[in-house]
């Protein structure tokens, strides 16, 4: 087995080596976490306030190409606080009523509250730039527009959810499908999902003192669910005599079933008959 490279030394980034894995510490800035995300395998911790990535040469040589040749940026002050960041993000009232057509057709069409918020967020900010009434804008222009936000670094997700809000105001909205037909999304990134071994996932277990939390964590990582499904599920959700779990009102608003393992179950403590 290859021994793990040196520890790299980079200008403005605190390094610490931790069980094959490298915790990277820089100062915030959107440049410095777009760059961080060019290295592959890489994970953000936010509760540590930093990153990791693996300790191999590859990786390490992706970190030098990203910081070597320019120090991560800093603010020229003091970093923006979050009023300040946030301040003047309110609609106004001519904002609103740009807003409400699309408020209430998506809800119409049952989209979810998350979805409805993303959307507006997008569309007030595209309403912002256009300074005009949308029907009065072209395809030119929309594209100009999606443009600058990829000069502004937007990761492809963002840009993706903001092509979304635009096609369904001008398809579903305004009724001019024509206008956004040829608007082109950005292709997928495709990144190898990092698996924890058995030791790491049982010292995870391990560490945590709190029963309940353990227990939270434990369901799932063993059904795979997400924060928000773990934290709804009920009792009457476990379904002890098939061993699976049903998760209601799933992304979509759609329910599923997953299985449940024996340890988990165990865990919970309910009572098997």
């Not at 040469?57 to 300040?84: C, N």
Request: some cysteine.
């Amino acid at each position: 087995m290859d021994e793990d490279p040196a520890i790299p030394v980079i200008e403005g980034l605190q390094i610490h080596p931790l069980q094959g894995w490298l915790m990277v510490t820089f100062a915030y800035h959107p440049d410095n976490v777009e760059r961080i995300k060019n290295v592959d395998g890489r994970r953000r911790h936010p509760a540590e306030k930093c990153w990791s990535i693996p300790h191999t040469d590859r990786a390490v040589s992706q970190l030098r190409d990203q910081f070597s040749v320019r120090p991560p940026t800093k603010y020229a002050s003091a970093k923006p606080s979050r009023q300040s960041r946030t301040k003047g993000t309110q609609p106004t009232s001519e904002e609103r009523i740009f807003l409400e057509p699309t408020r209430q057709e998506l809800r119409l069409r049952g989209f979810s509250r998350n979805t409805v918020k993303s959307y507006c967020h997008h569309l007030l900010r595209y309403h912002r730039h256009i300074q005009r009434a949308a029907g009065q804008v072209g395809e030119i222009e929309i594209r100009q527009y999606l443009l600058r936000l990829i000069d502004n670094g937007v990761s492809r997700s963002y840009l993706n959810q903001a092509i979304s809000a635009i096609k369904f105001l001008y398809n579903r909205v305004l009724k001019t499908p024509l206008v956004v037909g040829d608007l082109p999304r950005p292709s997928r990134e495709r990144t190898l999902p990092i698996v924890l071994s058995r030791g790491e996932v049982l010292s995870i277990f391990a560490a945590l003192d709190n029963p309940k939390h353990r227990a939270l964590l434990m369901v799932a990582y063993s059904s795979g669910l997400r924060v928000s499904e773990v934290a709804r599920l009920k009792v009457a959700d476990i379904d002890i005599e098939r061993m699976m779990v049903r998760v209601h009102r799933a992304k979509g608003n759609k329910d599923r079933y997953t299985p449940l393992s024996r340890v988990a179950l165990e865990t919970l403590e309910i009572p098997c008959y």
